[in-house]
Protein backbone atom coordinates (compact mmCIF):
# COMPACT_ATOMS: atom_id res chain seq x y z
CA UNK A 1 0.00 0.00 0.00
CA UNK A 2 0.85 3.50 -1.01
CA UNK A 3 0.86 7.09 0.61
CA UNK A 4 -0.44 10.43 -1.80
CA UNK A 5 0.84 13.53 -0.50
CA UNK A 6 0.73 16.66 -2.20
CA UNK A 7 4.23 17.47 -4.70
CA UNK A 8 3.85 20.81 -5.59
CA UNK A 9 0.19 23.18 -5.54
CA UNK A 10 0.14 25.19 -8.88
CA UNK A 11 -0.59 29.03 -8.59
CA UNK A 12 -1.28 32.01 -11.01
CA UNK A 13 2.72 32.34 -12.37
CA UNK A 14 2.78 28.37 -12.22
CA UNK A 15 -0.32 26.35 -13.57
CA UNK A 16 -1.89 24.24 -15.83
CA UNK A 17 1.47 21.96 -15.43
CA UNK A 18 1.72 18.36 -17.67
CA UNK A 19 3.92 16.18 -19.33
CA UNK A 20 6.31 15.56 -16.71
CA UNK A 21 9.91 13.78 -16.92
CA UNK A 22 12.65 13.17 -15.42
CA UNK A 23 15.96 15.03 -16.58
CA UNK A 24 18.43 13.11 -13.57
CA UNK A 25 17.54 10.94 -10.44
CA UNK A 26 16.23 14.10 -8.63
CA UNK A 27 15.20 16.90 -10.75
CA UNK A 28 11.30 16.72 -12.26
CA UNK A 29 10.64 18.16 -15.41
CA UNK A 30 7.58 20.14 -15.86
CA UNK A 31 5.59 21.86 -18.50
CA UNK A 32 2.41 23.89 -18.83
CA UNK A 33 -0.29 23.86 -21.20
CA UNK A 34 -2.33 26.98 -19.41
CA UNK A 35 -4.34 27.54 -22.76
CA UNK A 36 -5.51 30.97 -23.97
CA UNK A 37 -7.49 32.36 -20.57
CA UNK A 38 -5.01 31.94 -18.65
CA UNK A 39 -2.20 33.17 -20.62
CA UNK A 40 -4.57 36.38 -20.78
CA UNK A 41 -5.14 36.71 -17.07
CA UNK A 42 -1.62 36.72 -15.95
CA UNK A 43 -0.50 38.50 -19.52
CA UNK A 44 2.31 35.59 -19.74
CA UNK A 45 2.41 32.25 -22.31
CA UNK A 46 3.66 28.58 -21.18
CA UNK A 47 7.10 27.95 -19.49
CA UNK A 48 8.75 24.58 -18.19
CA UNK A 49 10.12 24.16 -14.98
CA UNK A 50 12.28 21.79 -13.06
CA UNK A 51 11.63 20.65 -9.30
CA UNK A 52 14.20 19.02 -7.08
CA UNK A 53 11.96 16.75 -5.66
CA UNK A 54 14.17 16.39 -2.09
CA UNK A 55 12.91 19.74 -1.90
CA UNK A 56 9.68 20.74 0.09
CA UNK A 57 7.62 22.62 -2.07
CA UNK A 58 5.03 23.03 0.32
CA UNK A 59 7.09 25.75 1.95
CA UNK A 60 5.68 28.79 -0.50
CA UNK A 61 9.29 30.14 -0.47
CA UNK A 62 10.38 27.16 -2.21
CA UNK A 63 9.36 27.68 -6.28
CA UNK A 64 10.38 25.52 -9.14
CA UNK A 65 13.19 26.78 -11.22
CA UNK A 66 11.78 28.15 -15.06
CA UNK A 67 14.07 26.62 -17.82
CA UNK A 68 11.70 27.77 -20.87
CA UNK A 69 9.68 31.07 -20.75
CA UNK A 70 8.08 30.56 -24.19
CA UNK A 71 7.05 33.55 -26.47
CA UNK A 72 4.61 33.43 -29.99
CA UNK A 73 6.56 31.97 -32.92
CA UNK A 74 5.74 33.73 -36.25
CA UNK A 75 2.85 30.92 -37.16
CA UNK A 76 0.95 31.23 -33.34
CA UNK A 77 1.44 35.29 -33.85
CA UNK A 78 -0.14 35.65 -36.84
CA UNK A 79 -2.96 33.10 -35.76
CA UNK A 80 -3.29 35.02 -32.36
CA UNK A 81 -4.05 38.07 -34.49
CA UNK A 82 -6.86 36.62 -36.26
CA UNK A 83 -8.31 35.73 -32.99
CA UNK A 84 -7.19 31.84 -33.18
CA UNK A 85 -9.08 31.93 -36.91
CA UNK A 86 -7.22 29.34 -38.58
CA UNK A 87 -5.24 26.00 -37.85
CA UNK A 88 -3.54 27.04 -35.06
CA UNK A 89 -5.80 28.25 -32.29
CA UNK A 90 -4.22 30.88 -31.31
CA UNK A 91 -1.67 29.86 -28.69
CA UNK A 92 1.95 28.40 -28.78
CA UNK A 93 1.93 25.46 -25.93
CA UNK A 94 4.40 22.90 -24.61
CA UNK A 95 3.82 19.79 -25.73
CA UNK A 96 6.43 18.27 -23.21
CA UNK A 97 10.25 17.37 -22.39
CA UNK A 98 11.99 14.09 -23.49
CA UNK A 99 15.31 12.99 -22.11
CA UNK A 100 16.63 9.72 -23.27
CA UNK A 101 19.74 7.99 -24.46
CA UNK A 102 18.34 6.77 -27.49
CA UNK A 103 17.88 2.63 -26.25
CA UNK A 104 14.96 1.59 -27.79
CA UNK A 105 15.31 -1.88 -26.30
CA UNK A 106 13.22 -3.04 -23.21
CA UNK A 107 16.11 -2.16 -20.97
CA UNK A 108 15.43 1.62 -22.37
CA UNK A 109 11.73 1.54 -21.63
CA UNK A 110 11.52 4.96 -20.05
CA UNK A 111 12.15 4.84 -15.85
CA UNK A 112 14.36 1.89 -16.18
CA UNK A 113 17.83 3.39 -15.45
CA UNK A 114 18.11 7.19 -14.23
CA UNK A 115 18.65 9.95 -16.72
CA UNK A 116 22.02 11.63 -16.95
CA UNK A 117 21.90 14.46 -19.18
CA UNK A 118 24.57 15.09 -20.93
CA UNK A 119 26.68 11.97 -20.42
CA UNK A 120 26.30 8.38 -22.14
CA UNK A 121 24.38 9.71 -25.16
CA UNK A 122 21.28 11.16 -22.79
CA UNK A 123 19.84 13.96 -24.51
CA UNK A 124 17.04 16.72 -23.37
CA UNK A 125 14.57 17.34 -26.06
CA UNK A 126 11.05 20.26 -25.53
CA UNK A 127 8.63 20.41 -28.45
CA UNK A 128 6.63 23.68 -29.64
CA UNK A 129 2.83 23.13 -30.87
CA UNK A 130 0.11 25.11 -32.41
CA UNK A 131 2.78 27.22 -34.00
CA UNK A 132 5.30 26.41 -36.19
CA UNK A 133 5.69 22.51 -34.19
CA UNK A 134 9.30 22.72 -33.73
CA UNK A 135 11.23 20.54 -31.42
CA UNK A 136 14.54 21.64 -29.67
CA UNK A 137 17.17 20.00 -28.31
CA UNK A 138 18.63 21.46 -25.01
CA UNK A 139 22.55 21.48 -24.97
CA UNK A 140 24.12 20.75 -21.87
CA UNK A 141 26.69 24.53 -21.04
CA UNK A 142 30.17 23.66 -21.81
CA UNK A 143 32.49 23.96 -19.79
CA UNK A 144 33.78 27.80 -21.10
CA UNK A 145 29.71 28.88 -20.59
CA UNK A 146 29.87 27.69 -16.92
CA UNK A 147 30.44 30.59 -14.28
CA UNK A 148 33.43 29.36 -12.33
Same mark, same amino acid.
Given at each position: MGRLSLFYEGNQKVAGL $???QFLSRDVLLAVEDAGDTLHM? /??? !???????? =?? =? #???? /? #??? %?I /?? !???? /? #????TLDSAGGGFGKNDGDNEITGAHVS $?? $??????????? %? %?HFGHDGWRWFWTQQHGDNITWEVLPASRSDRED
Open positions: $DNIQ /RKA !LDSGYAFD =VT =V #DYSN /R #DNQ %P /RW !LAEG /R #DPSA $DG $DSSIHGILGAK %P %P
